[in-house]
């Protein structure tokens, strides 16, 4: 049973395109987050939701947007994408950071995005 | 600054080696966590150990252990006899407490190729 999943797996799409990528779980986690992984394989965080509030923004683009419709649910949409756009895409979730104790998170599978 | 520096880009033994991966790390928090995760080739994030600042125990869990210390900033991670199943990127990471969240940050990880 996937704790941590991600569709779709493979996104191929052109320039100016508008994509969503689906993250859930099922692990009855607090935080969700997403992280993009470029080719040199760094890894940076762009958002975080707990309890369906964000609480971390880092400097991506309004192109980008989470929307959780729930606990376990995190999608990213993407608008209007852009060359610089692909990268691997992973999901990730914890639990709650509520309190001095931060959590070790979960990864969903990834999903390739390359724009053309 | 990085936050979080794993000098080693690349690290290349032979099977049943020692290798020890460095993780060196910037804080100005008293109270902070530090993980390590495995990316094999495969893409799949894993979750390898946690630690918070208060507990500089080294921790041993088969053929990994972990070295924290405080005074040099540092959270290495040895394996001893090495096998190419441990080939991977590996990502040490750095989860500080600045305004009522925690925020995690990656090293740009090291990648090791265990030789047959």
């Known amino acids: 049973d996937t704790a941590v999943s991600q569709t779709p797996k493979y996104l191929v799409t052109q320039m100016g395109n508008d994509k969503s990528i689906k993250c859930e779980q099922n692990l009855g986690h607090d935080t969700m987050y997403w992280y993009k992984q470029d080719s040199k394989k760094f890894l940076k965080i762009m958002f975080s939701y707990n309890n369906k509030e964000l609480i971390i923004n880092e400097t991506v683009p309004n192109r980008f947007s989470p929307k959780s419709p729930d606990k376990a649910h995190l999608n990213l949409h993407i608008n209007s994408l852009e060359l610089g756009d692909s990268a691997v895409y992973f999901c990730a979730s914890s639990q709650g950071t509520g309190g001095r104790i931060s959590y070790e998170q979960y990864f969903g599978p990834g999903t390739r995005l390359t724009v053309t | 600054a990085q936050k979080v520096t794993q000098a080693q880009t690349e690290i290349s033994v032979v099977e049943k080696e020692d290798v020890t991966l460095d993780c060196v790390y910037e804080?100005?928090?008293?109270?902070?966590?530090l993980f390590w995760y495995k990316q094999p080739p495969s893409g799949e994030l894993v979750f390898l150990i946690r630690?918070?600042?208060?507990?500089?125990q080294n921790e041993i869990s088969g053929r990994y252990s972990w070295n924290f210390q405080k005074s040099t900033s540092s959270f290495n991670f040895t394996i001893t006899a090495s096998q190419v199943v441990d080939s991977a990127v590996y990502f040490c990471?750095?989860?500080?407490?600045?305004?009522?969240?925690?925020?995690?940050?990656f090293g740009r990880g090291t990648s090791l190729i265990v030789h047959p």
């Open positions: 990471a750095l989860s500080e407490f600045p305004g009522g969240s925690y925020i995690p940050t």
């Open positions: 630690r918070n600042s208060f507990d500089e």
């Open positions: 804080t100005r928090d008293t109270t902070y966590y």
